[in-house]
């Protein structure tokens, strides 16, 4: 069975065909760039930049150069994914996200006081805490990272996931898989490799995908090993 994790990564995966399909810039090694490149990457969608393509797109009457002709359906899937994620975030992070550490009161003593403080401010600045109430929704790419080291179980100020939030985030997430598949064609085109004489190392079934023009890449469905032409993307 596809876990939850799995799923993830094959949305952060296919993120930068999508991108490529719209027409926009793609988000080129958005998987595995670490904590840091993740963060950077909530700036990319500028919702304001959408907005004048849409504008241009439905103009006929313009003169002069233009840009690559947006295409609005799949802009329209792909913010309908983020919202969605965004949403599955937040609801989660509420449930399982710890309070900051207090600010120190009046009467602590300076000395503790300047600890407690540091402390608190340097524990609501930890980046591994989900925002709320952040302007404009964050890149699919991000949120789905967020996620996936919720499900993992990576190092944190949460509290474990309890099996019904994680139904949940396995619910938006194979939902936002499916839409994204179906915008680049390629759930149709999936397909079960060469039978079990020709399985994943970890023993799982390979699933391999194409068409649409996205990249053509390889799934376990076991482990969530991905191989494209040029090699394993991510194991």
Avoid: K
Avoid at 57 to 69: C, K, N, T
Avoid at 95 to 109: F, H, K, S, T
Avoid at 141 to 167: I, K, N
Wanted: charged fraction near 25%; proline fraction near 8%.
């Amino acid at each position: 069975m596809t876990t939850t994790a799995t799923t993830l990564r094959s949305l952060i995966t296919l993120w930068p065909d999508l991108h490529a399909a719209l027409g926009d810039r793609p988000i080129h090694g958005a998987f595995g760039l670490g904590l840091r490149g993740y963060l950077a990457a909530i700036d990319h969608h500028d919702p304001a930049e959408a907005a004048a393509l849409r504008s241009e797109e439905r103009d006929p009457a313009q003169l002069g150069a233009r840009p690559v002709p947006l295409n609005l359906e799949l802009y329209d899937t792909m913010r309908a994914i983020e919202a969605a994620l965004a949403h599955c975030a937040e609801v989660t992070a509420a449930a399982v996200q710890i309070d900051p550490i207090p600010l120190p009161g009046p009467d602590w003593p300076a000395a503790d006081r300047a600890r407690r403080t540091a402390a608190s401010r340097a524990d609501l600045a930890d980046r591994r805490r989900w925002r709320f109430q952040r302007p404009g929704t964050p890149p699919a790419t991000y949120t789905a990272l967020w996620l996936l080291a919720r499900v993992e179980r990576r190092p944190g100020p949460f509290r474990a996931l309890t099996d019904v939030q994680e139904q949940y985030i396995r619910t938006v997430a194979r939902e936002a898989l499916r839409r994204a598949e179906a915008a680049l064609d390629t759930d149709g085109d999936r397909r079960t490799e060469l039978g079990p004489g020709h399985t994943c190392a970890c023993g799982g079934t390979i699933e391999v995908y194409g068409g649409g023009g996205a990249t053509p890449c390889a799934r376990c469905t076991g482990c969530g090993a991905l191989w494209t032409e040029t090699g394993v993307i991510a194991a």
